[in-house]
């Protein structure tokens, strides 16, 4: 028992306050560090030590931002992109060590890169100058640039290749970082090495400043980082690429993010998560595609999710990201066993994979394979997954291209799902991402609440071959406007106007509810 002393409480003393002098002066971060913080949907927040004593700046996210993006987005030199409403771009072309370092010896070239061909791929080869092919990029796209050892088969021939390889991703980050270090050893114009007039360009150094890359994605899926019959060994292969390139990133600069490479195989990263123990990777990535029906990315992300747990990571600190996915229109000839779709079904698919991956968490998800047609013209899925139609089918299993060719519209006519992208994002851009629910997913009916502007925005459709009545509830306007996602037309070649493409329609609410008949065209509800 207490003695009558003590049963007074006793005041808990203040802890100390730091004090000016005591506390070391931490500069304020950068107006290009903020404006991209800010760009990603963060703020930056003061880093504090155990004395209280600010050490540092961070950009703090909730949820980074626009989810949508495509990959790439150059096409019509990011006009499409732009017009469209998506903020981020994987790029397609890669950065490749043994491309840049030919020697395999630190003497880096940006300038003046040959690329070898790839094999079956038209137009792939030639030479490519880094530095200028980013200077295209609008400032308000954001960059998602992959790097990696090898393209396609290779190996790292000891471990003092693989550490020239991570002091090449670090001279490569601060090179593109927006900071004041360029990565050079030398003055201008030189380099890296005397001689190598690889030092960059005012015009670089202004752009980067403004629009400085800040995520870097480890090759572009998990065999690029060894010889091409690498079945037994790829998981040691690509964790070692992914470990050097993780430290060479943070080297340069501590606030990028890296993401391992997307696979469209599941079943390959358990093996590559052991290796990594835990570490080297800030995003997961995994590229999804298929046919109409294969939008809900739930079971593929719990099984990743079960693996990294496994093997000591935190889920909680990691992100997860789509940086390819799509479905397409018309008739894939070549690979897969693809039935024909049409622009209507590519459309629908497209909204569906949308709003089911954010749904899920999925942070950001990036379509594939560019907004225009025609990426590898091979006749297989990835020439017909564009929004935009190139002019070209495939004929007799052979790409062709002119008028009324297959079931091609014609050159940059515009697709349903063209229309559909631009409209999703015009009614759930700049939503709180954090703040998704699932209302329903069973029986082939699936309701999604978002929140914009602190109001709400119901995503709905029906997945069962007759159409199904659902109530919506929660409402607390007078009425609600219903839009559907996919315009009312055959194919975008019949939109004369996008503000008239879509069937809308008004509906009074009574007791905070209203009644929609669904059918499989998916779509928006928000109160009026």
Known sequence: LCPKDCQQTTPTPEKPQPTADKCPQIAPPSPILKEQCEKDGGIMQPVNNSQGCT???????????????????????????????????????????????????????????????????????????????????????????????????????????????????????????????????????????????????????????????????????????????????????????????????????????????????????????????????????????????????????????????????????????????????????????????????????????????????????FWAWNIVEGFQRDCGIFDYTGLVYDGCDCVNNKYTCGLNIGYDQGKDVKKLSYYTYKKMVEILGGGDWDNIKTIEESDGIYIYKFTKNEKSIWVAWNDNSAEKQITISGITSSQVKITEAVPKYESGKDVADYSTAFNTETKAVSGGKVPITLKDNPVFVAGK
């Open 55 to 365: 050490v540092g700046y961070e950009c703090k996210i909730h949820y980074s931002g626009s989810p949508f993006g495509f990959h790439p987005g150059d096409a019509g030199s990011y006009s499409y992109i732009q017009d469209l409403g998506a903020t981020w771009s994987r790029q397609g072309h890669y950065l490749i060590w043994t491309w840049m370092d030919s020697n395999r010896d630190g003497n880096y070239k940006f300038a003046e890169v040959k690329l070898p061909p790839v094999p079956g791929t038209s137009k792939s080869g030639g030479n490519i100058n880094y530095d200028t092919q980013w200077l295209k990029v609008p400032e308000n796209i954001s960059i998602v640039a992959n790097i990696c050892p090898f393209r396609k088969g290779g190996d790292f021939k000891n471990s003092e290749e693989s550490e020239i390889y991570q002091n090449f991703v670090e001279k490569t980050v601060e090179r593109y970082d927006g900071d004041d270090d360029y990565g050079c050893a030398l003055s201008a114009p030189d380099c890296y090495e005397k001689g190598d007039k690889q030092y960059p360009a005012q015009e670089v150094i202004k752009a980067f400043k403004k629009n400085p890359i800040k995520y870097w994605q480890v090759c572009n899926q998990l065999y690029d980082a060894c010889e091409e019959d690498c079945k037994n060994n790829y998981a040691s292969s690509f964790a070692i690429a992914q470990e050097k390139t993780y430290k060479g990133v943070k080297a340069a600069d501590s606030s990028a993010y890296v993401l391992i490479a997307g696979d469209s195989s599941k079943d390959l990263y358990p093996e590559v998560f052991k290796k990594l123990n835990g570490k080297y990777i800030d995003i997961i990535d995994l590229h999804r595609f298929g046919k109409y029906d294969w939008h809900n990315p739930k079971k593929d992300f719990d099984y990743l999710k079960t693996s990294l747990q496994s093997s000591g990571f935190d889920i909680s600190k990691l992100r997860f990201w789509i940086t390819e996915t799509g479905t397409y229109s018309g008739d894939p000839a070549i690979g897969r066993d693809l039935p024909y779709q049409s622009e209507k079904q590519q459309a629908e698919g497209l909204a569906k994979a949308y709003i089911s991956s954010l749904s899920y968490g999925i942070e950001k998800i």
